[in-house]
């Protein structure tokens, strides 16, 4: 099994940007308490998108491909991977989605 990163400059392009959008808009909605969260929701999208795109081989198949980026399966798996840490900063920091605070 061969572990090789395929992606060119335009893939790297299109993934860091998708992040950081990804990042800056999980950190609009509701009321966080931080101010990088952004940053950590941005990182977890981009290492799901690039895991599901490089490592899991027969994803690789799926189109549309854009310089050695599986575009749809590089979403699935940002996306799922950034929400669940979106989720887990968000209530971890004492922030809600909501913009009031949450009665425990």
Partial sequence: ????IDLQVGGWVVLIVAALVFGLLA???????????????????????????EFIVELRAVEPMFEGLALVPALIGGLVL?????????FLTGGTYTGRPVSV
């Fill in 1 to 4: 099994m061969e572990f090789a």
């Fill in 27 to 53: 950190q609009f909605v509701g009321q966080t308490r931080t101010g990088f969260e952004w940053l950590i929701d941005a990182i977890a999208f981009g290492v799901g998108a690039l895991v599901v795109s």
């Fill in 82 to 90: 950034g929400v669940i840490v979106e989720l887990a900063t968000r």
